[in-house]
């Protein structure tokens, strides 16, 4: 392929033979270059058991080779047909309070289970072998949104499986009773055999055994991708599965799949109801970006305007698709592709939004398709660019994701996603670009680190964490971090327990905030209040009420040739706001400065790209060069709701 990916995921077998011509006429006005293709189509490929039936399908690739229109192949396993169900009807799934999920949706087949790992490879193995060589198919794509909606599994196959996957991890039951402390509530166990899933119980299960069975949960799934990747990598094209969004899969730990597919791809659909969505897809988009080891990625679908599985399907704003697309891009996809080509007439998501909508081409919104594909061939030179390298991080973890939204914390309002998407808003009205990173892996080319829900912090991860502030980092901690490690076991000692040494202070005691509870900085704050004690570390800020009343709500510790900041409550925006620019200026963190906080500014590849949120024109002072969209050396100013992408090489930061 040439140029940026365009198109979508294409399901010609809901159509006649006459539509599907009409297709590739109306894909090649538009420039679409590439489709994702038979993701739910195994009843089709295989119409009985044996039995394949590729005919059709070779049909549609040839026909859309011969456009030029390239095949990014689905392996159909997210959908197995109702023969499949009636030969193995124990592979539904079995959710945690036993029910057993029927017919008639999708990933409702239980990964551990033999008779669906049979299937897979058999299926798998035919389209390996029959379209391995086809010149149209450039890439494969695995199943379908591992773990959304299907995450943990509790049927008896994947009870079987967990056993055998805790011989692996523990070799022995004194150690899994250990690891789970078991002599809590009388758990111990003599057998493996006694050891059953973590189902649904009248009270709290064991939270060592919940975030085992995350785990397990994950390494199922995976394998069964590794399991179609082992029967495809034969044939020496690109092998991928579409993640179910970075930052909303939660039953996923996307760093263990990272390194096992050829190319990231990532679907993201804007949560409509939120006025700061296009902060939460920036955020997605940076955490696709760091999977993919701060290379390319492809956003393998999103939406031209409303879905149907929200509240409310609220469509798009004029020009909100071409921001959209435009962000990912800015953050690194090599990719523009949408759920679906051709609105379905019949089915579950009817109602979702399409590239060709139930309204046809006479449609403002093919029109803006058609644009944004000129657009996209306007940028075919950004492909392979790299995202300019952030000097910020921000710790994601999946583990301390699970660990945290386990039972009996001690504030229901403690949430991972809330404390990270408010450090990453603060980022971004600051125009800075991050990476994410976990908290073991190398951090030593970043001048600030932040950890805003670092609850579950193994040793090794909080060792690496104070390696970098003693040679020469700035860390930002937030509060109720480093308290538990790998196994859910507070860590020995006053709070936070990994982390006493590097932030140099201790936690006497948490004081969570009732619901509408606040306490005083600037400006009231939420959800959390503690007594800190300071063991090295100085005061830069106190409370000014609240149960913690003039003692240290932020610190700031230096260690080494680096500083370590502690902050010990939710504080409002502004707030957070202020402390970053604080922590940013004292590492000398570059940025733009004088921008319009509704103006969103990435550098990719010698390009500055624009992309003005706000519904009055933004004035970008500082950036000079030709806008690539236009054509037309750039004025200084984005339109309201526009987007500007300038050539400006190596200049600095205005």
């Known amino acids: 392929m040439q140029g940026l990916a365009f198109g979508g995921d294409y399901n010609p077998e809901q159509w006649p033979l006459e539509v599907q011509e009409e297709d590739v006429r109306l894909m090649r006005e538009a420039g679409v270059n590439l489709v994702s293709l038979g993701i739910f189509a195994w009843a089709r490929m295989e119409p009985r058991d044996g039995v394949y039936a590729f005919e059709w399908l070779d049909e549609v690739v040839d026909r859309l080779h011969a456009s030029g229109i390239s095949v990014n192949l689905g392996t159909p396993t997210a959908a197995p047909p109702a023969w499949f169900f009636r030969k193995y009807p124990d592979a539904f799934p079995v959710t945690r309070d036993g029910t057993r999920i029927g017919f008639g949706g999708r990933e409702t087949a239980c990964s551990s289970h033999p008779g669906f790992l049979a299937a897979t490879s058999r299926l798998v193995g035919r389209l390996a072998e029959r379209y391995g060589d ?19 599994c509790y049927c008896p196959a994947s009870v079987h499986a967990w056993r055998d996957w805790l011989r692996t991890r523990y070799a022995s039951l004194d150690a899994l009773n250990e690891a789970w402390g078991t002599t809590f509530w009388g758990q111990t166990y003599g057998e493996w055999a006694e050891i059953d899933a973590p189902r649904w119980s009248h009270t709290v299960v064991n939270p060592a055994q919940r975030l085992d069975y995350a785990r397990f949960a994950n390494h199922e799934h995976l394998a069964h991708y590794r399991l179609q990747r082992s029967l495809l990598a034969g044939t020496g094209k690109p092998v991928t599965t579409n993640f179910a969004g970075t930052v909303n899969c939660k039953s996923m730990d996307l760093w263990s799949w990272a390194p096992e597919l050829d190319v990231i791809a990532n679907d993201h659909y804007l949560v409509a109801e939120r006025e700061d969505n296009h902060i939460q897809l920036a955020m997605s988009a940076d955490l696709s970006r760091s999977l993919a080891g701060g290379g390319p990625w492809m956003i393998m679908e999103h939406s031209t305007g409303a879905v149907s599985w929200q509240d409310r399907g609220i469509a798009k704003r004029p020009g909100e698709m071409r921001r959209n697309s435009l962000a990912h891009v800015a953050r690194g996809s090599d990719s523009v592709l949408f759920f679906q080509w051709r609105a379905s007439r019949f089915g579950a998501e009817k109602f979702h939004s399409a590239m060709v909508p139930q309204a046809g081409t006479d449609s403002q919104l093919w029109r803006d398709v058609v644009a944004l594909g000129a657009d996209l061939r306007g940028l075919a030179g950004l492909r392979g660019a790299r995202v300019d390298a952030p000097e910020v991080a921000i710790v994601w973890d999946w583990e301390s994701y699970w660990a945290l ?17 408010a450090f990453y808003e603060a980022l971004w009205r600051e125009h800075v670009t991050v990476d994410f990173v976990h908290p073991s892996a190398d951090i030593s080319r970043y001048r600030v680190v932040v950890a805003p829900s670092s609850y579950l912090l193994a040793d090794a991860s909080a060792k690496n ?9 700035t860390l930002l901690v937030s509060y109720f971090s480093g308290i538990v490690d790998e196994h859910d076991t507070v860590h020995h000692g006053a709070y936070p327990g990994a982390l006493r040494d590097v932030l140099g202070l201790s936690v006497e005691e948490f004081h969570p905030l009732r619901a509408d509870q606040t306490v005083t900085l600037d ?3 939420r959800i959390w209040s503690e007594r800190v004690r300071l063991h090295g570390a100085a005061a830069v800020r106190t409370f000014g ?13 230096a260690l080494g040739a680096g500083t370590a900041w502690y902050l010990a409550t939710a504080p409002h925006p502004a707030d957070l706001r202020a402390l970053l620019r604080q922590v940013l200026d004292g590492a000398a963190v570059q940025r733009p400065h004088g921008l319009p906080e509704t103006l969103e500014l990435v550098r990719r590849g010698g390009h500055a790209f624009l992309i003005n949120h706000a519904d009055t024109p933004a004035q970008v002072p500082g950036i000079t060069g030709q806008d690539l969209l236009t054509g037309a050396p750039f004025t200084g100013e984005v339109p309201a709701g526009g987007v500007a992408v300038i050539s400006v090489g190596s200049s600095p930061c205005p």
Do not use: I
């Not at 494969?140 to 299907?150: M, R």
């Not at 229901?412 to 990270?420: A, K």
């Not at 913690?548 to 700031?556: F, N």
């Open 134 to 152: 086809h010149p149209g198919v450039v890439m494969w794509h695995v199943h379908n949104e591992y773990g959304a909606p299907l995450g943990e």
């Open 523 to 525: 400006r009231p704050a």
């Open 545 to 557: 009420d609240g149960p913690d009343a003039g003692h240290p709500a932020v610190t700031r510790h």
């Open 465 to 473: 964490l104070q390696r970098y502030v003693e040679t020469g980092g």
């Open 405 to 421: 939204e386990l039972e009996w914390r001690p504030s229901g309002d403690l949430s991972y996603l809330e404390r990270v998407e």
